[in-house]
């Protein structure tokens, strides 16, 4: 079963303190892995989309990553405006339908100034 | 560009009680989601439609949800009769294709609905 897991499930950072999060992925075969960002009462907004492992991208202070197992979304000197939950999600090669996501339950950020 | 739209952004309804949530896509976007997001949960998809075509509905309650996309544009889902567990953020996203390597879903402001 295609399955997604998030961790930690909540993260509190001073103001510049740099860390990453995690997303640990199964999947019958990865078509995409996609990092969303969500704000309390807003729906999510796509950040990247990763094909293969070994591959990196980068906007402004985040930096996503993918190997063969799981994802990481590195945040280097975030400001409070960062604060926000961070969905990981896959989309499978083989089985279910075309296009479904299958999301983690997301890890909640938090930066304190 | 405009992204997707949805209304109404708050329901408070009673339980057994019925309610339609509307979903306005990106021009354009021939694919349409509808997902459910419970509280502390991340979304999870209840119907897809390419075009006015349902393509999925496998995760659908369909003993009390429906939903439908006329003229491939845009798209209602309806919950007859709520059930307290119902409870949860509905959501609406788009994309310009079906399922294409990462073809990126760009999501609505969604609507809450609690039942009472």
């Known amino acids: 079963e295609d399955q997604v897991t998030q961790s930690p499930e909540a993260l509190r950072l001073q103001e510049g303190e740099s860390s990453s999060l995690n997303c640990s992925y199964t999947?019958?075969?990865?078509?995409?892995l996609f990092w969303y960002r969500q704000d309390p009462g807003k729906g999510p907004e796509f950040l990247f989309t990763l094909y293969s492992a070994g591959e990196e991208k980068e906007k402004e202070r985040l930096k996503a990553t993918l190997t063969k197992k799981e994802s990481f979304l590195h945040i280097t000197a975030p400001k409070p405006e960062d604060s926000a939950t961070y969905l990981c999600a896959v989309q499978a090669e083989y089985g279910g339908s075309q296009g479904n996501l299958i999301f983690g339950k997301g890890t909640k950020l938090s930066v304190k100034p | 560009e405009a992204g997707v739209a949805q209304s109404p952004r708050y329901k408070i309804i009673e339980k057994r009680q019925s309610v339609a949530f509307w979903c306005n896509p990106i021009s354009g976007h021939a694919t349409l989601y509808w997902y459910q997001q419970i509280l502390g949960q991340g979304p999870k998809l209840l119907i897809q439609f390419q075009n006015n075509g349902v393509v999925d509905d496998s995760q659908l309650p369909k003993d009390r949800f429906s939903a439908e996309r006329l003229k491939g544009v845009d798209s209602t889902l309806k919950i007859q009769p709520a059930k307290l567990e119902d409870s949860a953020v509905y959501l609406c996203?788009?994309?310009?294709?079906?399922?294409?390597?990462?073809?990126?879903?760009?999501f609505g402001p969604g609507t809450r609905l609690l039942v009472l």
């Open positions: 999947v019958s075969g990865l078509r995409g």
């Open positions: 996203a788009s994309s310009l294709t079906l399922g294409g390597r990462g073809e990126t879903q760009y």
